[in-house]
């Protein structure tokens, strides 16, 4: 089905050159960086010589690490290397198109923004992930981007009544503008546990775009931190079609440097009988700033919902800044629903009880930084795994 690829290659390369880079009056980038993200900006990465490469140690050494059991890792959306548990087949995009045609054009066919519209551009970068059913499985997936333009595409196609621990790492190297897109194709009473981490080195661009696709009696815990020194852009979207479902989503982002963290949510309630609650937390430094918008929809016919969402932000700066737009949508009218948003300065009467039993300052800020990071990662199974995310982070 090389066909298929190619069409939707084609048919995204259009897209993407009818479509303007992001603007004043685009509201789904409200608070954003345009300039970062801009094409003057993004001009050198395009013309695959940015001339800013940089080394992050903590990046290097764990991209080496990246190679392990039960891993997955894509280099510039190819298929590097792969030591794959029981239950789980991995493909190449073109065999995915062989074997999985209507599931491939149905991920392609989400695309609807300039950035991961660029990455359908380039249909054939990336895997495509089979989890058979009633597997249990736990699989580490690494994404790594080197190149001036580097893509992927990853689906996920989580088998019924399976239980997937899915831990996954991105790394954007110098120099690098990296556009992935992954989807999540949920089997009806499956079970997924994921996080994530990313991380980015200066002179680079982040984006990435999940979606989830949620069924009857599907649970999803769902975590993920971004750090680095990098202008990011990450867009979740989560299709909940299906009742007796529930997700619960949390994200972290450390923010130095003066870059903007740009986080975009969408909680689409289409079935009744399910629950939905996202997290958001952000630690500020430097003039570095946080802009959040998310959504919750509840369709007419989705009574019984349950959804909530809330943004809290800690400004270590005085030049730190954080925006965030909570948008509710709300056409049914037996449901439970609400938002929050608070922005604060680290509290005095912590610090004072941190620095009365003898932690210096930057120690006292880094352990409160950090407990208001781990609350991102409560619900985890695996508490070994959050301590090698606590790692990464700090």
Known sequence: MENLLLHISDSAKKRFAELPFPHRKDEFWRFGDLKSWGVDALFPFFQNHSGRNFKDLKIESLEKSLHAKNSI?????????????????????GAAAEDFPERVKSFYGLADGKFDILQASRASAGAYVKIDDYADVELN????????????????????????KLNRKYLAFGGSFCAVHAGFFCGEKSRLESTSVKLSEGG?????????DIPNGVEIIDAFAQVGAAPSRQ?????????????????FALLRGGITHDIRTRQMHRAGNSKSDLAVRAAIFDSSKLAFSGL??????AQKTESYQSCRSLLMSEKALAQASPILEICANDVACSHGCTVAEPDPEELFYMFQRGLAPDSAMRLMVRSFAESTFEKLSDRENVEQIMSLIF
Request: proline share 1%; net charge negative; glycine share 10%.
């Open 296 to 301: 919750i929809r509840v369709e007419e016919c």
């Open 235 to 251: 867009e979740r979207n989560f299709e909940i079609r299906g009742a007796d479902s529930c997700v619960d989503t949390r994200a």
């Open 73 to 93: 890792v894509l280099f510039d959306g190819q298929i590097l290397f792969a030591d794959l548990p029981k239950g789980v087949k991995v493909l190449s995009m």
């Open 141 to 164: 997936v690494g994404i790594v981007s080197k190149l001036g333009i580097s893509t992927a595409g990853v689906v996920f196609d989580i088998g019924r009544g399976s239980s997937l």
């Open 204 to 212: 680079s661009r982040a984006f990435e775009r999940e979606d989830f």
